[in-house]
Every structure is written in C-alpha cells, then in structure tokens.
C-alpha cells in the first residue's frame, strides 16, 4: 500500500499534467519524495530502501524509447512498478534528490507504461536540481535609460492568464499582476508579452513558478518576460500600474486564506 508521500506525488503529478499553475508544487513535492528505482547494489541484499554507502556500485536498469533513446525509468510507488513489468525484477528505494544527482547527464521517465507520466531530460533535471523548477530564468538587467513601446495585446491569450492567476493565487505576496505587450526595437525584432506583478515576499519562487507556468502556457511558445512592480514611481514600471488593468487582482477571501495559513 502507498504511503502518505507516495500518494502525495502521484496526486502532484496528476493535477501537474492537466494544470499548468500545478507544475512548480509538483518539482516541490518530486524532491523532497523517494523513488522507485530498477536494479541493485553490489551487495547481496534483498529489495527495498536503500542506505548507500560511499564508493558503493549500484546497477541502474535502463529501458528504450520508441525512438531507441535509453531512459532510467522510476516509479512513484511499489504497486506502480508492479503494474509496469511484466517478470520479477529487483529495485531499489532512493531519495528522489539523490537519485537524480547520481544520475546527472541521463533521461528519466517517471511512471512508464501509467496513466499520468512525466519525460524529464538532462538540462531539465540540472535546473531542477539548481532552483527546484524546470527551467532555469534569464535575468536582464537594464543599465541605461530605454524607450520602449507598450501596449494592450490584440489577442488575449486566455489560456496564459487563466493559469498565472492559478499561480498567483497560491502566493500569499502577490496582489496585482498586469500583462502588456511590450516592444524594445534595441532588443527584439517583434512585441513580446510583459507580465507586471506587485508582490512582496520570496520573489524568486514566485518568478521561478511565473516562468515555468508562463513558458507551458503562452500562444505558440512566445516569449514571455516577468517585471517586479511597485518599486519604481515613475517610468515603465508607474506606467504600467496607472493605466492597464490587471487581470489579477488578489481577493480579500485569499488574503484572508493566506492569514489564517499564517
């Protein structure tokens, strides 16, 4: 039977493969969890959880894609490997953070062969291991003054609001969040969306989960920038807050939510 933390993260990974705003409580919950992993350690020892000594062999087994691709295939639960194979195979227990620390470099699937799995590859894997999300941010920094031109986008793109406000609904600092669409000639060849949002708190973990929620879910991949406001009386950042509406607005049943969490 699956223990609370197994059932934790195959409920994470569910709600992450239908909503994009679930996706960073997912890499959330995948780290701090254990993973069923095919293979064994040098010893002799029977299946189950793993202490791993230093310098010690384990074999990790390793399956094909359609494409002929290897991957590392690892499981959420015993009962989910169980239903993936097909002959009696050995396995081990591991902590999911260590697991994919020794195995850096290699594709992984969890839960092959279920109803809800996720492909993680190699550069995936690295920024989650850095800053617990699936992409790692590019940060610009503007050092001189810049014309820009901004503006409403012609075509909304619902599908993006609907899941940034998912998102920052969930962090207690964010009260305002706007979208434009933005235009550097000094930097891009066409507009681009902006995202504006007033917030207080951990900025980075809001930025982080924005990005990876912003990058699923934009029209046709676009590029999607993240803007801090509130820190600024005057230029793009006053602009922005004094005349667009925001498509977030923090309700005072989630501000009130966020207290009693407190």
Request: proline share 6%; aromatic share 8%; net charge negative.
């Amino acid at each position: 039977m699956s223990d609370e933390k197994e059932i934790k993260l195959e409920t994470a990974l569910k709600l992450a493969a239908d909503h994009p705003a679930e996706r960073p409580e997912f890499y959330r919950v995948l780290l701090d969890s254990s993973l069923y992993v095919l293979g064994s350690t040098g010893g002799a020892r029977g299946n189950g959880e793993v202490e791993l000594k230093a310098g010690e062999n384990i074999s990790i087994q390793h399956w094909e894609k359609p494409d002929g691709t290897p991957v590392i295939p690892v499981f959420s639960s015993l009962a989910t490997l169980q239903r993936a194979i097909s002959q009696e195979s050995k396995y081990m227990k591991l902590p999911a953070r260590a697991f994919f620390e020794m195995t850096r470099g290699e594709g992984v699937f969890l839960n092959p062969r279920s109803d809800y799995g996720k492909e993680f590859v190699p550069e995936e894997i690295e920024a989650m291991l850095a800053k617990g999300t699936g992409r790692l941010p590019q940060t610009r920094v503007v050092e001189e003054e810049t014309q820009v031109l901004v503006g409403v986008p012609a075509v909304v793109p619902d599908r993006l609001l609907k899941e940034l406000s998912a998102w920052f609904a969930k962090c207690p600092g964010v009260s305002r969040a706007f979208l434009v669409l933005m235009h550097d000639p000094s930097v891009d060849d066409k507009p681009h969306y902006l995202v504006g949002v007033e917030m207080s708190g951990d900025v980075e973990e809001v930025m982080r989960g924005a990005g990876l929620v912003a990058a699923d879910t934009s029209p046709d991949g676009q590029a999607v920038d993240l803007m801090r406001l509130g820190q600024n009386e005057k230029g793009l950042d006053s602009h922005i807050r004094s005349q667009f509406t925001p498509f977030y607005v923090r309700s005072m049943k989630q501000k009130l939510k966020s207290m009693f969490r407190g």
